[in-house]
């Protein structure tokens, strides 16, 4: 039996997610005797709770109870293969970020979750003196056809579910098994988590399935996924947070 306590950001308009997310914490209450507690200040509560909410509130929680930060994953070292990013990549500070070069490139803030990235300037390359301070990852600008959100726990695929551009352009599977395959050389992987994959159009025309990024398994948009495994997930994912 898994008795755990749950703490709930409080919405007022509960989007899809939360409604399925509230579903299956209702289900662990009764099956677990677990409790859940809604309260919008998650830095009143201590390491006994297992905190579900934006990524400003897990923050919060984390930093009073653990003093730590929700750092970016993105694609992890062992996994920085060309057959898997498709594209080049490198992680720079701020002022190395080649500006004025000609180039296109996806520019993406890894010091911090959800603090910049330049998907809207479809390639160009923003001023660095005008971006935050930190790490950024630097990727040549791909054609992307559909994007789509794999989620796996205990080094399992449990769904794949599209969240942009055609469903109808699906990624190579094999290589998604490869991606999970690979990642488990790494001990400090998440026990949930999610691959972020896209899939390209090359200039000789064919397609190709390629890795975005990874997330634990923490405020991460479900787009569908409603698998019984939640929450333990959500537990794994936090649990990550803690020891990382």
């Keep these: ?24 914490l209702r289900r662990d209450k009764i099956l677990q005797f677990s409790q859940v507690e809604y309260n919008e200040d998650s830095e009143r509560y201590g390491k006994d709770m297992i905190p579900v909410g934006d990524i400003p509130y897990i923050e919060r929680w984390l930093w009073k109870n653990h003093q730590k930060k929700m750092i970016p994953i993105e694609v992890p070292e062992i996994l920085r293969k060309e057959e898997f990013l498709g594209r080049s990549y490198r992680i720079v500070d701020r002022d190395k970020i080649p500006y004025d070069t000609g180039g296109k490139y996806f520019i993406k803030n890894v010091s911090r979750l959800k603090e910049f990235n330049s998907a809207l300037y479809e390639g160009m390359v923003p001023m660095p003196s005008t971006l935050p301070a930190g790490h950024y990852v630097v990727s040549s600008w791909v054609d992307i056809r559909s994007e789509f959100r794999v989620f796996v726990y205990k080094d399992e695929i449990l769904a794949i ?10 990624p190579q599977a094999e290589k998604l098994m490869k991606m999970v395959m690979q990642y488990q050389g790494d001990n400090r992987r998440p ?43 959500l537990e794994a994912g936090i649990q990550y947070y803690t020891e990382n």
């Design 1 to 24: 039996m898994k008795k755990r306590n749950w703490l709930i950001q409080p919405q007022s308009d509960k989007d899809a997610d939360m409604i399925v997310i509230e579903k299956l």
């Design 161 to 170: 579910q599209n969240y942009l551009g055609s469903p109808l352009v699906f």
């Design 191 to 233: 026990k949930a988590y999610t691959l972020d994959i896209a899939v390209i159009c090359k200039q000789d025309q064919t397609t190709d399935t390629i890795l975005l990024e990874i997330h634990p398994f923490a405020c991460c948009g479900l787009y569908g996924f409603a698998d019984p495994d939640i929450p333990d997930m």
